[in-house]
């Protein structure tokens, strides 16, 4: 795949708990030079990244209910909100796993759809991350329906922060199960060319790493 066209498949993802401004900066600098599609951030850097990346092209994506998905829908819907206030295009949102797991389906519906309410009112797209690692094949089927009804755009395997991240055979799953009502994004241990191209041949649309440089230096220019 050409460099170019891999390019426009992947965000570039700065959540670690130890990044700093500078490391966001950085990160602006690599997204627009390679000519990302996108770029994650916490909610905190959004402005600041917005502004960095004014006109460039890369879409800014903010993390929400990052990294457990614990929050309060309500609480989830307005960080949301805010992120899209303060420049964020994209939200990639960390499902309630804990409600998932206990059968608590419309809570989940109710956490994704709030999200998807306020981020669609303002154009923009919304990402559900299912954080593959801790779910049971039939649990991996029923968020992915769940995150479709509630009318995300995508399902994404992993927050990066878990023990385990994107795997070829939960993205083929994922594909199957969304049937091209959503897109998926691999993303959690990504982070070679190989890796991301293995990744897209079993189903994924978007790539999620935080070595974006890396992978695409293995590409063909």
Same mark, same amino acid.
């Given at each position: 795949?050409? $460099?170019?066209?891999?390019?426009? $498949? *992947? ?8 990044? +700093? ?5 950085? !990160?602006?600098?690599?997204? *627009?030079?390679?000519?990302? $599609? ?10 600041? /990244? ?20 614990? +929050? ?5 819907? $307005? ?72 009318? /995300?755009?995508?399902?994404? +395997? ?7 991240? !994107? ?36 189903? /994924?649309?978007?790539?999620? +790493?935080?070595?974006?440089?890396? *992978? ?6």
């Amino acid at each position: 795949m050409k $460099r170019e066209e891999l390019a426009k $498949r *992947i965000d570039h993802a700065v959540v670690k708990p130890d990044i +700093t401004v500078e490391d966001v900066e950085k !990160a602006c600098r690599e997204a *627009i030079f390679y000519g990302l $599609r996108g770029l994650c951030v916490p909610p905190c850097y959004v402005k600041h /990244a917005s502004e960095l990346l004014r006109n460039s092209g890369v879409r800014l994506c903010a993390v929400v209910g990052f990294p457990f998905g614990f +929050t309060l829908p309500q609480v989830k819907a $307005r960080e949301a909100e805010l992120a899209m206030e303060l420049g964020a295009s994209d939200i990639d949102m960390v499902m309630n796993i804990s409600a998932l797991r206990s059968g608590l389906y419309e809570l989940v519906l109710e956490d994704v759809g709030g999200v998807v309410d306020i981020v669609k009112a303002r154009g923009g797209v919304v990402k559900v991350i299912v954080e593959i690692c801790y779910l049971t094949e039939e649990e991996l089927r029923k968020a992915c329906e769940l995150a479709v009804e509630a009318g /995300a755009d995508f399902v994404k +395997t992993s927050t990066g922060m878990g023990p385990g991240g !994107a795997t070829l055979e939960a993205v083929r799953l994922m594909k199957a199960v969304v049937r091209g009502r959503a897109g998926v994004k691999a993303a959690g241990g990504i982070r070679t060319y190989e890796e991301a191209l293995a990744m897209i041949e079993a189903g /994924a649309d978007l790539i999620g +790493t935080s070595t974006p440089g890396a *992978i695409l230096e293995g590409a063909e220019r």
